[in-house]
Nanobody
Framework: QVQLVESGGGLVQAGDSLRLSCAAS???????????VAWFRQAPGNEREFVAA????????DYSDSVKGRFTISRDNAKNTVYLQMNNLKPEDTAVYYC???????????????WGQGTQVTVSS
């Protein structure tokens, strides 16, 4: 079992930056470093949308077209934490951001077994 806790959200202005963190704890002997991790987001009235994913080793990353070049996903396996650095934020980035852990990277939410509770990001114009 993996428990994920997101943090770092907040209210910022367009053009600002935020760094989200996803901290993991496990009740089994398996560590977060053996899981692929992704960030998704969901705005009111919208479906959950893929943002970025990183392989267990960190060697492979993937981004949605809407955030490519602005967001960077990274992980520190020694700290059991995955990060999402968000630069040049836009009002359309406003959403609840969720991290998720699974066996491999995918843009499909159902591929992930564990989810955090989410952190709100609000970008004002």
């Amino acid at each position: 079992q993996v428990q994920l806790v997101e943090s770092g959200g907040g209210l910022v202005q367009a053009g600002d930056s935020l760094r989200l963190s996803c901290a993991a704890s496990t009740t089994s002997g398996r560590k977060l470093r053996t899981y692929a991790v992704a960030w998704f987001r969901q705005a009111p009235g919208n479906e959950r949308e893929f943002v970025a994913a990183i392989s267990w080793s960190g060697a492979s990353t993937d981004y949605s077209d809407s955030v490519k070049g602005r967001f960077t996903i990274s992980r520190d396996n020694a700290k059991n934490t995955v990060y999402l650095q968000m630069n040049n934020l836009k009002p359309e980035d406003t959403a609840v951001y969720y991290c998720a852990a699974g066996e491999s990277t995918s843009a499909v939410p159902t591929y992930y077994d564990y989810w955090g509770q989410g952190t709100q990001v609000t970008v004002s114009s």
